[in-house]
């Protein structure tokens, strides 16, 4: 459905829910935006456009063993930062496989695969390098190409951050090759990385994140006649940043690209976090947000709003409008294909953990590993895209040991998440309970919310609901034509966020909701869903 957008504004952020490190390119009339995953199978998250109101999920290119296996990987690793451009005929994602965050080392490769259209084939992955994260290619306009990507340097002198390093792609011998130049050290925010280049009237542009992902997060800017450099900083170092306004809703915002209409405008896409009203929490992760930008006298790029402050209602580029059809609130599972919406765990072998077809009309997950595993849990779940919402679904099992358990979980991480669980217990037999894990890190030590198991009977189907509202997390549950019973104590939705638990930089993913099944007697009991319902509320 298309129709002429007359002064019609883009609402943000753009693409709600887990959503970060956008990378934008036009390729004839039509916009596409990659963002990271993490630990979240397959990778990299791909929405589509033609007018930059509308956007919808059509892609996650990495999608088999070959590109992607994150077994093993720990919370917030795997995919970061991709890069998504287009030259010659073929669109190329540059992408971060992250192994480990923790203490001063980073144990990242990087890689490179292409497509000759956005849905595939994606190819198999050129290994780029190992020294930083989130590459970025640049395809120059005398057909070279160019790797930019963060160095990491765990000596820590006189920051892990190293600066940004350029250095050639051979496409036809598919490696990198020629000297590794450190073209820019960044401003003195610090933190500097996901770097992009774009080249301009003369001039090569380097476009870094800053001040880390957590409030004092920033764009920055720098440019050079040559790309090896020497790089000068923009007048105000930043074209985007939150820190200076803390009133604004919009808040961490940074990490950006730009894209130029075909009209000749410019937008600026960065990531950007919601927190809950009054506490520096984001349970919604860091969402998508786009921004109305232009070019100066001075050949610097600025926003069109107030100088750096990120705006929620942006003016629309005068594009025909393109509607997309509602994500519908209810999944029957009744295709052969896992719905769009959804993603597991870590692990490029999901026939281990669900089936559509061993029962026609439900969702089947085989119990694996336990709540949290960095390597084989039945998880399926969406993202949480608003601050309230309703989710439902009904689970049919029978657990025979207090080792097996199914049913709906609000999940951050291994140690962030709510869940409700029909399992068995020595008094109550079957029964259910609620599994906290309330940001206790790094243990990610349990919490029982219910001081007594409640029955429920044996075999039978048993419909469960959550309702968040902010902070407060409820759970609900029915049996048979019974009406809904309150379950537990309410809970704290707040801390299924990045800022729980180690704090703002530690974490950097969002809440979701979806179904669990678990088995660490290693029986490999299965659990039947028959449906998932997922609303967001105002």
């Avoid at 990659?34 to 589509?48: D, K, L, N, R």
């Avoid at 006298?297 to 942006?314: H, I, K, N, Y």
């Avoid at 519908?328 to 052969?336: A, E, L, Q, S, W």
Wanted: aromatic letters at 12%; a negative charge.
């Amino acid at each position: 459905m298309t129709n002429a957008l007359q002064n019609q504004m883009i609402q943000n952020p753009i693409l709600k829910g887990f959503n970060p490190d956008p990378s934008i390119v036009r390729v004839g009339d039509d916009y596409y935006i990659a963002t990271s995953t993490f630990e979240w199978y397959p990778g990299v998250q791909i929405h589509h456009s033609r007018d930059l109101v509308h956007w919808q999920l059509i892609a996650r290119p990495l999608n088999r063993a070959a590109q992607l296996d994150m077994r093993g990987n720990g919370d917030s690793c795997g995919v970061w930062a991709p890069c998504l451009t287009y030259a010659d005929g073929l669109f190329w994602l540059a992408y971060s496989d992250v192994k480990r965050k923790d203490g001063n080392f980073k144990d990242v490769h990087n890689y490179l695969v292409t497509a000759p259209e956005i849905t595939g084939p994606w190819s198999d992955p050129v290994y780029l390098n190992s020294s930083g994260f989130d590459p970025s290619l640049f395809h120059d306009a005398d057909g070279r190409k160019w790797l930019v990507n963060l160095v990491w340097d765990h000596r820590a002198r006189p920051s892990k951050f190293g600066g940004i390093l350029l250095q050639e792609y051979d496409a036809e011998n598919k490696k990198l090759t020629g000297p590794i130049n450190n073209i820019f050290k960044g401003s003195p925010l610090g933190l500097t990385e996901g770097p992009h280049l774009y080249r301009r009237d003369g001039y090569y542009y380097l476009m870094t994140a800053e001040g880390g992902t957590g409030y004092r997060h920033a764009v920055s800017l720098a440019r050079s006649q040559s790309i090896a450099g020497p790089y000068e900083l923009h007048p105000q170092w930043h074209v985007l940043t939150s820190r200076f306004f803390v009133d604004s809703p919009l808040q961490r915002s940074g990490h950006g690209d730009i894209v130029e209409t075909q009209h000749g405008e410019t937008y600026l896409v960065h990531l950007t976090g919601r927190p809950i009203a009054g506490l520096h929490r984001t349970p919604l992760g860091r969402e998508t947000a786009i921004q109305r930008a232009q070019w100066d006298a001075d050949g610097w790029l600025r926003m069109s709003g107030e100088a750096f402050a990120p705006q929620e209602q942006v003016p629309a580029p005068d594009l025909p409008a393109c509607l997309f059809p509602p994500e519908p609130v209810r999944h029957d599972f009744d295709g052969k294909q896992l719905p769009l919406a959804f993603q597991w765990l870590r692990t490029p072998h999901p026939e281990r953990l669900f089936s559509l077809t061993a029962r026609p009309g439900f969702l089947r997950l085989t119990g694996r590993e336990s709540v949290g595993s960095w390597f084989e849990q039945s998880l399926i779940a969406r993202r949480q895209t608003a601050l309230s919402y309703r989710a439902e679904t009904v689970v049919q099992a029978l657990p025979a040991n207090y080792q097996q358990m199914a049913g709906l979980i609000a999940y951050y991480n291994r140690f962030a998440f709510h869940y409700l669980a029909l399992t068995w217990d020595s008094t109550a037999g079957t029964c259910l309970q609620i599994f906290s894990c309330a940001g206790d890190w790094p243990e990610g030590r349990l919490t029982l919310a219910l001081e007594q198991p409640v029955p429920v009977p044996a075999g039978e189907p048993i419909r469960m609901r959550i309702e968040v509202d902010g902070c407060a997390l409820r759970f609900a549950y029915a049996t048979g034509n019974e009406a809904w019973q309150r379950i537990g104590p309410v809970l704290d939705a707040s801390l299924l966020s990045d800022e729980a638990g180690q704090g703002e930089h530690g974490n950097f993913t969002g809440a979701f909701v979806g179904m669990s099944a678990n088995d660490v007697s290693g029986a490999a009991m299965t659990a039947d869903f028959d449906y998932f319902d997922y609303e967001d509320r105002a």
